[in-house]
């Protein structure tokens, strides 16, 4: 699978983009704010819905539009498919399959699979849950046709909770009918935050399951022979691995931590638990890695996680992703660059993207397209689309009148 033209419209810093690709590895190479990490996050979004670098959907469109437009050409057995995401700068992200009806995201995602190495991966170690749970977003979306309904129903019943537990803080001991109309409303919503959350969180212990063994492996090969690597889900929701609770009453077990924790959340005005603060543990040898692991270690860690990810897509999806490489090797010591090269060399589509000459791989057929001159043609399209409808605003207004006529 490869991309074979991608088209955007006002993503970020592009207004507009054409970009002819060929199978294989293509360097996207140029001085820094020239919009290369722009280029590729736009087939991440694509592929998975959301992207490593930002939390919504705002940043993505360019400043002063309403909407921003990533269309991608996709070859692939023989054939060719159109697809086509529209991101709302406020509201939901809609999508088209070769000009077919609009879908919704969740029918988008995990159709253009693409696996993204960039300089902030050492932070899903050392960094916050945060980033580790958006990484399993990304990954549960590209694997488990089900995983972004989840998520997505998900954070809407635990936003709609979160504001009935803040209007009871605030409310505190007045207004006794408007108070027992809010616990009415929050007992029923506890019910769904409860039942989508341990849906969401078991689909993520799968996913775990799944990536841990590759992981292992892939960063025994890395890191050399003593080294071992573990991966582990730590779910908020106790009960979820408490092998003593039975399938049945795992629920009921929830319910009654719920019970518990009442008086605490009210306190707080906020949900205490569930997903949205699990975690995604890493160990080394033994010991928690983001307390004990270099920083050579955490990169080490953070390349196997993305490996495996790429692996088990393989295997589940019979389909090469695309691989994306964002300004890694400027990280990498030449031990890394030379097992991410070889890794390279074997995909369908790899692209990169390069600063300095000194960052840019020797690959033999690489494709090395200059970021600028790609900016300054874009620019000349955008001014000879804008000339086309002033020109047609014009003649629609009779402002235009055939020469020599008075």
């Known amino acids: 699978m490869y991309i074979s033209r991608l088209v955007l419209d006002h993503y970020r810093s592009w207004s507009t983009c054409l970009l002819d690709l060929e199978p294989g590895v293509t360097i996207l190479k140029g001085r820094n704010g020239l919009g290369k990490t722009n280029l590729v996050e736009s087939i991440e979004v694509l592929s998975t819905g959301t992207s490593h670098r930002v939390s919504s959907s705002l940043p993505l469109v360019e400043r002063g539009q309403s909407k921003a437009t990533v269309r991608a050409r996709v070859q692939g057995d023989g054939e060719s498919d159109d697809y086509e995401l529209t991101i709302a700068a406020k509201g939901a992200k809609r999508g088209r399959i070769n000009g077919g009806p609009s879908l919704y995201m969740r029918s988008l995602v995990g159709q253009v699979p693409c696996v993204t190495f960039s300089p902030e991966d050492q932070r899903m170690v050392s960094g916050e849950p945060s980033v580790r749970r958006a990484f399993l977003d990304q990954a549960g979306a590209l694997l488990d046709p089900d995983y972004f309904r989840s998520r997505q129903d998900f954070a809407h019943i635990a936003q709609q909770r979160s504001t009935l537990l803040r209007q009871l803080l605030k ?14 409303s ?25 990536l841990a063994e590759p992981f292992r492996a892939l960063y025994a090969d890395l890191a050399g022979p003593g080294q071992e690597a573990s991966l582990d889900y730590a779910p908020s929701l106790d009960e979820i691995s408490n092998q003593t609770v039975s399938e049945g009453s795992v629920e009921e077990a929830v319910s009654l931590h719920f019970q518990r924790i009442y008086p605490g959340e009210v306190a707080r005005g906020t949900n205490l638990i569930g997903p949205q603060r699990d975690d995604l543990v890493f160990g080394l040898n033994g010991m928690p890695a983001r307390e004990f692991a270099s920083n050579g270690e955490m990169w080490t860690l953070a390349l196997a996680l993305r490996l495996a990810l790429f692996k088990v897509i393989i295997q589940s999806k019979q389909i090469r992703p695309i691989v994306v490489l964002d300004d890694v090797f400027a990280q990498l010591d030449e031990a890394r660059r030379s097992q991410i090269l070889a890794f390279a060399r074997d995909q369908d589509q790899v692209l990169i993207t390069a600063a300095a000459d000194g960052d840019i791989p020797s690959l033999d057929g690489a494709r090395l397209v200059d970021v600028d001159s790609l900016k300054t043609d874009s620019s000349e399209q955008e001014q000879d689309e804008e000339i086309r409808k002033a020109l047609a605003d014009l003649t629609r207004n009779g402002s235009v009148r055939e020469s020599g006529r008075s």
């Open 171 to 184: 409310q505190g001991d007045q207004g006794a009918d408007q108070r027992s109309a809010i616990l009415a």
């Open 186 to 210: 929050l007992e029923i919503w506890t019910g769904q935050f409860i039942r989508a959350g341990l849906d969401l969180t078991r689909r993520r212990v799968d996913l775990v399951a799944a």
